[in-house]
Structure formats: C-alpha cells, structure tokens
C-alpha cells in the first residue's frame, strides 16, 4: 500500500481544537509502519499540493480565497471549533492533493492511504466546520472523475456524520456516499431519510447507530445495507473516509470498536472490491483523537486491506437501525428488499 503524506501536517494547529493536536499526525504514521514491521508491503510517497483548480472542483472561490487570507494573517476562524495558523493553507492544500494522490494510485492498482491532517469530511462546498477546512475526499472523488473513472463511491466509518461530504454530492448521480455513523451526535444530520435528491435519489445512504454500538452492531450495518448497495451501485473506485474516533477509547466518540475492528471493515472492503473487479482502495484519514487508539487502528486497516480475510458476515435481521435504512433505501435498492 502507498502511503502519501507531508510533513506539514504536523504545522497546522487548531487553538480553538486541541484533541484535533498536530501530534495525530506521527502517530498515524506510525500505524502505517507497525503494519509494514508486521508484513504489509508498505511504499511511503510525498504528495503535492493540490492546486486551486482542483479545489475549485469542491469549494467555491471565494471561500478558498478566505481560508488562504485568514492564513496568511497567522490566526482566525471559520467556527466555534475551527480556526487556523499561517501554516493552515499549505496544511489543507497538501493534504487534500494527498487524496488525489491516493486516487491516482489506486486507478493504477495500488492501494493508497492518505495520511493527512486536518480531517476534511464536515467541509462543505463554502464552510468548514468540524475541524475541516477542505473536504479532502470529496476533492479525490472528483479528481477521480476528472480522470473519466466513472461512478465513484465513498464510504464513511467515522464515528460523525460527514456533512459535508453529504451535502457536495447530495445530487449527484456519479456519487454515491454511504455513512454508517454515531446518532444522535455531532453534527446532527446522517438521518435515514436522508436519501439524496434530484439525479442524487437514492445515491446518500446513512445507517446511524446509537452510541456504545460494537463491531456487532457495525457488521450489521456493512452486512445488511452498505456492502449489498456498494455490490449493487458496482462503483469504478471506492474512497474511504477513514475515521478512528468510533474506537471505544477515543475522548470524543461514544462508540465501542476495538483496534482490529477497522482492519476487518478495511478486509471487507477488499474483497468486495475484487469481486466487482472495481480498482483498489483508496483512503483518506478523517478523526480519531486518542494517539494510541490512532496508531493502532490505522495499522488494522492497512493489514485487513493488504492481507486479512474477509469477515463471514451475514445479515440475519433484527437491528432496528438497519432494518430502518433498508426500508427506506429498498425503493432505490433492489439488494435491500
């Protein structure tokens, strides 16, 4: 797996967030190289920035050209929990051309990660919020697209909703953004019913969990909504936001996985992406806020992607929250009725 990142991630500080620490950074770099000591063919890459042109795909002008401002200046904000440093810009630039350096990669057949900060998925096309300034994933998806890979589907296990991400592709029919995530939390939205709209009908899909939910609970979620709609939607690639704050120490999260619950979501991932003979994975790093949970979480993912078997999960029924989303998604799904 490539793993592309910059140094300067570890610049950009957040006053207004200090679990969003630029320590996340080298502790999910050393996720990366525990999974190379433990195997996984590991190749580290640098990436590029990526350019205005590529942002603007996302993010409206004006909105670019306040975040690169309010940089410059030294300090500001762009929310109660969002603010910014002079190395805030470069931070965001090089992070979301991380992404689309992941992308690159895996339309070539390399797995990638890319190992960023700040995360980007609450970023919409003219706010950040949620410690996100550019919505990363969402510039690699487009990017993708750019590169004429056909439908694209980005699938989201952090422990927040990504609104942001959501709500770029809301109406999109090339998108397809799955999200199995913490409900009720921040930042409210990810409802069942939120389904998308215009030639975007049926293209959102949430399965909110209610918190202190385990690897059981998620494995019902992939098992019973999200892996039958991935199948059927047959995506030309497959992003994921690739969040570590649902483990069950994280100071923020309210959910119950363990360390190797990430490497069998990343397994599962794999091998559908085999069996529909779609490119390999690409991911991008969102949240997770305890340094050791981070570093170990990442490692699960990169092993479960590059080596681990895939999980025997079923879906035999009776998870009201799934049971939920199939009901409402079965008139777009026929994998769901």
Not at 106 to 116: H, N, P, R, T
Not at 141 to 155: M, P, T, Y
Request: hydrophobic share 45%.
């Amino acid at each position: 797996m490539r793993v592309y990142s910059d140094p300067a991630s570890e610049l950009h500080v957040n006053g207004l967030a200090g679990v969003e620490a630029p320590e996340r950074f080298p502790a999910a770099l050393a996720g990366a190289g525990k999974a190379e000591r433990e195997g996984a063919p590991v190749e580290w890459r640098t990436c590029g920035p990526a350019d205005k042109d590529v942002l603007a795909r996302v993010h409206a002008p004006a909105y670019l050209e306040h975040l690169k401002r309010l940089a410059a200046q030294g300090t500001g904000f762009l929310s109660m929990d969002t603010g910014v440093n002079e190395h805030s810009w470069e931070a965001a630039c090089l992070a979301s051309g991380a992404a689309c350096s992941a992308v690159e990669s895996a339309l070539s057949g390399e797995a990638a990660f890319a190992i960023a900060r700040p995360p980007g998925h609450h970023a919409g096309t003219a706010t950040g919020m949620g410690f996100c300034l550019t919505n990363h994933v969402a510039v690699a998806a487009k990017h993708a697209l750019s590169r004429g890979a056909g439908r694209v589907a980005i699938l989201d296990w952090d422990v927040h909703h990504g609104n942001g991400t959501q709500d770029i592709f809301y109406e999109s029919g090339e998108v397809l953004y799955l999200s199995a995530h913490q409900s009720p939390f921040y930042p409210g939205t990810g409802w069942t019913d939120e389904v998308g709209e215009g030639e975007g009908a049926g293209l959102t899909v949430n399965v909110p969990l209610p918190a202190g939910s385990g690897e059981e609970v998620y494995a019902a979620a992939f098992a019973g909504v999200l892996l039958p709609v991935l199948r059927e939607f047959d995506p030309a690639l497959i992003l994921i936001s690739a969040g570590y704050d649902a483990h069950r120490n994280d100071p923020l999260g309210g959910m119950s996985l363990e360390d190797a619950s990430f490497g069998r979501f990343a397994a599962a991932l794999a091998a559908l992406a085999r069996e529909i003979e779609a490119p390999q994975l690409a991911f991008v790093l969102e949240g997770g806020y305890n340094l050791a949970a981070l570093t170990e979480g990442l490692a699960a993912t990169i092993l479960g992607a590059e080596q681990g078997q895939s999980p025997a999960w079923e879906y035999a029924g009776g998870g009201r929250p799934v049971e939920t989303a199939r009901k409402t998604l079965a008139p777009f799904w026929e994998s769901l009725r």
